[in-house]
């Protein structure tokens, strides 16, 4: 099968949607399909660089993400690709730019249109004006508008599914839970231990995605606070970037953590394996997890991790091997000193190989590729002259944009 993706966000771009994207085109490429990756240009990617089976399109910053792109040309061209390479299959995995564009190519091949949605966007509705642009009702107008025409829809978490039942979405939905491939440890980088001044007495706490203040991070650095009283040899490190790194700075330097506390900045995804190793136990306190794709690394790399409830990792964690979820700082704060004082058994691990198994880049692949047969089963090819896009497509956005700054529009 040749199946192309279409995506705004793809490496050297670090993202949670840039390593599910990575690590399902390596997986359906293992089952001997060909991958076509449709996306943005990128300022570290040379334009003369040549990278088998990718595509780059035009793209500016996009507002309120700089360090996500936005194509503005190309719609001509990636059918032209797409007819060259003969795709049997788009799946898009954004609702802007090149989704729209992989929707255009869909139609004038007459083939199936998968999508992905990956960001409960109602969560980030406050990069956009501060939120009054755009609210969490607006955020459904225009996701079941851009879905009106998609054969089928992948959710990574029941929650994102109920998410767009909620939005009115009609198109048939398939929870398939995001697989990860965790890179090998680097050779160069075996002992970060020794990088970071670490000795083996030390309690190595690891906060790692990106700094968004959605992530909530704040109370990871206040829980620490409370930890290190308890435990003046315990560290922690923050690994990512984003736009809350300053003020999280700020927060440390206040509660005069500095020494303890440890901001790595962004860090290649292809070394994140060795940050896990390094650690005692992982913590997300972040409130807007869809799907975790850090939780499952943490488990591959055999740590235990905490973090809040939420209807994703309610599903995940069914032991203590796997990890702990909380409703408040208190407990976050004894579930953390749990892991520390918890010394390594077998049992956990058995128990999260077991856990693993369901949630591996080979399980995932195999999913993906049953809901694209029954995608391309159950297509209905409309006609490829027809409007892009069509009324029906824009008809709830048109809603929205008559008064955009009406928030529940």
Known sequence: MNIGLFTDTYFPQVSGVATSIKTLKESLEAQGHQVYIFTSTDPKVSKNKFEPHIYRFSSVPYVGFKDRRLAFRGLIQAVEIAKSVKLDIVHTQTEFSLGLLGKFVARQLKIPAVHTYHTMYEDYTHYVAKGLLIGANGVGVLMKAYMKSIDSVIAPSDLVRDTLLKYGVTAPITVIPTGVALPKRQEDNQNLRETYGFTDDNLVILSLGRLAYEKNIAMTITSFDKIIAQYPQARLVIVGDGPARKDLQEQVEHLDLTQYVTFTGMVEHDCIADYYAMSDVFVSSSNTETQGLTFVEAMFANRPFVAIHSPYLDNLVDDVAIGQLVDNIDDFTTAVIFYLNRPFNERDQAQRIKKMA????????????????????????????????????????KKLLRNPFRRGS
């Open 358 to 397: 369901d949630v591996d880049a080979v399980t995932f692949g195999k999913r993906v590729l049953a809901c694209y047969n029954a995608a391309i089963h159950h297509h209905q090819p409309t006609d490829g002259n027809d409007q892009f896009p069509n009324e029906e497509e824009v008809g709830y956005a």
